[in-house]
């Protein structure tokens, strides 16, 4: 996989120089506005703003190259990394909400327990088709 690292991809390269040039020109034609009669502050502000997207572009394709390039580290050189697995505790979440089944008028709890039921049973017949 190391050859492949040094391999630069031409389409993310040729997208991060459109869309930078794209900005740049945006920026120009809003420069070109303010500058007209009818020209206002906005104007200027995007003049402004546009030139600064085109460098996040090129900032965001650089981090995203280094970040590609870097080594994955290795959890025995992270200090502290827990060497065995863990359980979550349980009070780690708040409680569910229970349904009050206890109550038979209420409509709405019985249309839940009903609904809940129906997934169950749809659930038990399902077959797994995770690997087919």
């Known amino acids: 996989m190391s050859g492949n690292r040094k391999q630069r991809r031409p389409a993310l390269i040729l997208l991060v120089v459109v869309g930078a040039l794209g900005c740049l020109a945006l920026g120009w034609w809003q420069w070109t506005r303010f500058e007209a009669v009818g020209g206002t ?14 460098a996040f572009l090129v900032y965001a394709y650089r981090r ?10 290795d959890p025995a050189d992270v200090p502290d990394a827990p060497t065995e697995l863990r359980e979550i505790p349980a009070d ?15 409509l709405e709890s019985r249309q839940i327990s009903q609904y809940n039921q129906y997934l169950a049973e749809l659930s038990a017949r399902e077959t797994d088709r995770s690997t087919t």
């Open 41 to 54: 502050g906005q104007n200027l502000g995007y003049a402004f703003q546009w030139p600064l997207f085109a």
């Open 64 to 73: 995203f190259v280094q970040l590609e390039d870097a080594e994955p580290a």
């Open 92 to 106: 780690v979440l708040p409680p569910r909400p229970s349904v009050a089944e206890d109550d038979p008028d209420d």
